[in-house]
């Protein structure tokens, strides 16, 4: 594959925070339209992975291109514009705005070929709610407003960072079938999720980090998804739905035994 034929790609990628090294010579690729699911313990290193992609940290070295252009030296806001969208753990929503205030604000001016309209019909949740505001919505309801405005966005690719975090398992379903229609829609979906099982079913490829560095990278067929939980992430995998968890953590989770 050349460059141009995906819709994110990190090449040889070093960053940290101050003296810290934090992600070590590290190469991932998103092809357009496809699911990639980043994997890792605490602290690997993935926040910190989409905060370089989407020009929040600088790369100390490597590159940064979104559909075949290198925009490792470009703020944000020149990277959403060429088509990325990140969806942060905290899902960066306006609380004290109304749902259409939101999804009215969060369209960005050079898309508007999709209004608030086309978005209550893949996310119709969200049509009953539009006079309220997105502080009250439930943490599934934000998350839904969160890939409202990111299908509005019409991105090449969309960076998720734990987007079933705190989330009911009925909602985390839910959630997982609006990331459908959104790569129906034609994004590429870059997805860190503590529940594996979801990720590791819609995924195409994997991509695990350990301590900053990629230890694995290869399609999601060809990775053993036992040995992943038992081996790599240090869970229980005889629970074949929602692998054990350590108390506080939601089931099915893999925040486990290396935290
Ligand atoms: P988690 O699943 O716990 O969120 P992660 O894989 O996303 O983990 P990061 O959040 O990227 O990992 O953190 C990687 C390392 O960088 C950790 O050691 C963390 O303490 C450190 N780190 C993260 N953010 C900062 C920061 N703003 N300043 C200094 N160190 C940081």
């Known amino acids: 594959m050349s460059s141009t034929d995906f819709a994110l790609e990190l090449r040889s990628v070093t960053a940290g925070y101050g003296s810290a090294i934090v992600l070590h010579d590290v190469d991932l690729t998103v092809p357009p339209r496809s699911v990639v699911a980043l994997l890792g313990p605490n602290g690997a290193g993935k926040t910190t992975l989409l905060r370089v992609a989407s020009g929040l940290l600088r790369a100390r070295s490597g590159t ?3 559909s075949g252009a290198d925009l490792t030296r470009a703020r944000p806001a020149r990277r959403a514009r060429a088509g990325l969208c990140l969806i942060p753990e905290d899902r960066g929503v306006f609380t004290d705005l109304t749902v259409r205030e939101n999804l009215r604000l969060l369209t960005p001016p050079w898309r508007r070929h ?3 309209d086309d978005v209550l019909d893949i996310f119709p949740a969200l049509r009953t709610r539009l006079d309220q505001r997105a502080g009250s919505l439930s943490g599934g309801q934000q998350q839904m407003l969160a890939l409202g405005r990111a299908w ?3 991105p090449a690719v969309v960076l998720l960072d734990e987007v079933s975090m705190g989330l009911a398992p009925l909602v985390v379903d839910e959630i997982f079938a609006a990331l459908g229609e ?3 829609a034609g994004a590429a979906i870059l997805l860190v999720e503590q529940y594996v099982d ?3 079913t819609m995924a195409d490829h994997v991509v695990l980090l350990s301590r900053g560095m990629v230890t694995f990278a290869g399609p999601a067929a060809e990775i053993d ?3 992943v939980l ?3 992430l240090g869970i229980d995998s005889g629970h074949t ?3 054990a968890s350590p108390a506080g953590h939601p089931p099915g989770t893999v925040a486990g035994p290396w935290a």
């Open 64 to 66: 940064v291109a979104i």
């Open 114 to 116: 999709r209004g608030v």
């Open 152 to 154: 509005l966005a019409d």
């Open 182 to 184: 959104l790569r129906a």
């Open 198 to 200: 979801h990720a590791m």
């Open 225 to 227: 998804r036992d040995a």
């Open 230 to 232: 038992e081996n790599y």
């Open 241 to 243: 739905d929602l692998p």
